[in-house]
């Protein structure tokens, strides 16, 4: 079965860093890319990146490209999502998800396949 | 602002039939294939619908998916109180280096 396992509830002060962990199980960890989706309170999903663990290629949203650091480390099954200066427009919940991605002659397939429990960043001002 | 635009809200009462566009453009819709998402109250989304029309083992075929040029619409048949939720539609756009995009979600509300 798969499961992707996210890190707890985090409450941090504006100015400091974070770094979020997910975990899968249930398949071969390296073959599948991993995004990580953001939904700040009471409104809609966001993309953010996705990753590849094996071989750490990744992609940023434009929006997101420079804010946060998305990092893997497949001998522990575990990508990453990290900031180095948090502000209180970064409380969100945030969501890792299994991704299946690649191009066709027919478009890209991009869907999120398996999604983590989230974990919930605070960054009260 | 989404790239990819749907109703903000749609109701209907048991049994009856719902449907929720997503609007986009040639760069994304028009040219990749969608998926779209359940998001119960405070859970995490799950996959409804994928490249374009296709329905994950365990989803009930009372959810369709269709596509035509740069819209996609979600259909729920037999309306159920437990369809209650936020529904996003999603997929790639090339435009930009975007890269994955989604709709601002539909908040499905059962009468």
């Known amino acids: 079965e798969v499961q992707l396992v996210q890190s707890g509830a985090e409450v941090r002060k504006p100015g400091e860093s974070l770094k979020i962990s997910c975990e899968g199980s249930?398949?071969?960890?390296?073959?599948?890319?991993i995004a990580w989706v953001r939904q700040m309170p009471g409104m809609g999903l966001e993309w953010m990146g996705i990753i590849f663990p094996g071989d750490s290629d990744t992609r940023y949203s434009p929006s997101f490209q420079g804010q946060v650091n998305i990092s893997a480390d497949k001998s522990i099954s575990t990508v990453f999502l990290q900031w180095n200066s948090l502000k209180a427009s970064d409380t969100a919940m945030y969501y890792c998800?299994?991704?299946?991605?690649?191009?066709?002659?027919?478009?890209?397939?991009?869907?999120?396949?398996?999604w983590g429990q989230g974990a919930l960043v605070s960054v009260p001002s | 602002q989404s790239v990819l635009t749907q109703p903000p809200s749609l109701s209907a009462a048991p049994g009856q039939k719902v449907t929720i566009s997503c609007s986009g453009s040639t760069s994304n819709i028009g040219s990749n294939y969608v998926s779209w998402y359940q998001q119960l109250p405070g859970t995490a989304p799950k996959v409804l619908i994928y490249d374009d029309n296709k329905r994950p083992s365990g989803i009930p075929d009372r959810f369709s998916g269709s596509k035509s040029g740069t819209s996609a619409t979600l259909d729920i048949a037999g309306l159920q109180t437990g369809d209650e939720a936020d529904y996003y539609c999603g997929t790639w756009d090339t435009d930009l280096n975007r890269g994955a995009v989604l709709g601002g979600g539909t908040k499905v509300t059962v009468l």
């Open positions: 998800a299994r991704v299946i991605y690649h191009y066709t002659s027919s478009g890209y397939r991009f869907y999120f396949e398996y």
């Open positions: 249930g398949y071969t960890f390296a073959s599948y890319w």
